[in-house]
């Protein structure tokens, strides 16, 4: 028997939902894309005609009221994700929440328990993990290509200067830590393999208090860094470099991989430098662009249609919003430095496979 489509509603109308996932989700197989909510209903209408969504409700419980949508996609505000996820999984709902999946560590352990206890899936979207180019960094690495890894390199930067959008407002969540600095730190763990043991942190901090412009370094076992850097004053750049003791990995815009153009990665040994693509070719000139925001949705689908019990092809480590809690803001003043040790263990500590650990997703049966 044919198994029935998995109903989605979006919750949200900025720019992240219009370019990255309302494109896709409605062409998702298994999915059908139902409905959308904004806190404005004109813009939610506007959205609903210009991507054939059926309806179109005027407040966000409006649509977790509605029986027929049994997923729905947070693409709001940082400091609404701990709410909404939390009245999705009480209307029943299973959820994929845009990055951060929370502002403090006790929100992921009451967002963790509200879906356990309704039986649902809670999924943080960091959707660059699904670009088919990620899962060939990984083998490459797996294969020895560069050697044993010992340092990673990851920026995510760009200029944002008004003042009214939520990235520039403390009280909304944002900072260029929590908007931008999450990949980076889930890239870190991703090529490490592992959880860090300690963070460390200097910034830049505008007149409003959130933090523009944040350099980091996450410390790992056996000596072993990553180097971070996220802001909204600098030019656009993304980079991500992977150093080893034969070689290097490069990738460059790692995280918005839905840029046609934009998604190889270059091997470079010594003087001998290859450009591989996605697929496992050697490209020089290669359109390998995919976009991953489908199959991330395709793996909440996934999760949502088993029934074989938590734990089962998603990941039981920490979320990166448990690390980016630790990358302390401390005092405010122009610059800070923050040393912070590791938390005691907890459940949610790193599991100890030779594979680096999957996107955040929490399971319940």
């Known amino acids: 028997m044919a198994r029935k489509p998995l109903t989605w509603g979006v919750l949200g109308t900025g720019t992240i939902a219009r370019l990255a996932l309302l494109p896709v ?3 998702l197989p298994g999915a059908r894309l ?3 909510a904004s806190a404005d209903p004109d813009r939610a209408a506007t959205r609903a005609a ?3 969504i059926p309806r179109a409700y005027e407040s966000y419980a409006a649509l977790l009221d509605d029986a027929d949508i049994a997923c ?10 701990h709410e909404w996820a939390m009245r999705a999984a009480a209307a029943g709902k299973h959820v994929l929440c845009e990055k951060p999946l929370a502002l403090r560590p006790t929100e992921l352990d009451e967002m963790e328990a509200a879906c356990q206890a309704a039986h649902v899936h809670l999924m943080e979207a960091l959707m660059y993990r699904f670009h088919p180019r990620m899962a060939r960094l990984r083998r490459l690495l797996d294969e020895g290509a560069i050697g044993v890894v010992h340092s990673v390199h990851a920026s995510f930067c760009f200029t944002q200067t008004d003042a009214s959008n939520y990235r520039r407002r403390p009280e909304q969540g944002g900072g260029a830590l929590w908007d931008v600095g999450g990949y980076c730190v ?3 763990r991703l090529v490490m393999g592992e959880e860090p043991l300690a963070a460390q942190a200097v910034a830049h901090y505008a007149p409003s208090g959130i933090d523009d412009q944040l350099s980091g370094q996450l410390e790992f ?4 860094a990553a180097h971070l850097v996220c802001s909204f004053r600098s030019a656009e750049q993304q980079r991500l470099t992977v150093l080893g003791t034969s070689g290097v990995l490069d990738i460059p815009w790692p995280f918005t991989a839905w840029r046609s153009d934009q998604a190889p990665i270059v091997v470079r040994r010594g003087a001998h430098e290859e450009t591989v693509s996605a697929d496992g070719g050697s490209v020089h000139h290669r359109r390998a662009g995919r976009c991953a925001c489908a199959p991330c949705a395709g793996r909440v689908a996934g999760n949502a249609a088993r029934s074989d019990g938590p734990g ?3 990941a039981h480590g920490p979320t990166d919003g448990d690390l980016v809690c630790r990358v302390d803001r401390g005092p405010r003043p122009l610059a800070t430095l923050t040393r912070v040790s590791a938390p005691p263990t907890r459940s949610r500590r790193p599991s100890r496979c030779a594979h680096p650990p999957a996107p955040t997703t929490r399971h319940h049966p």
């Open 25 to 27: 989700l409605g062409r």
């Open 34 to 36: 139902v409905g959308i």
């Open 50 to 52: 210009e991507f054939g």
């Open 72 to 81: 729905v996609y947070i693409a709001l505000p940082n400091h609404l994700h």
């Open 186 to 188: 889930d890239a870190a």
């Open 221 to 224: 076992a056996d000596g072993r």
């Open 312 to 314: 089962r092809g998603g």
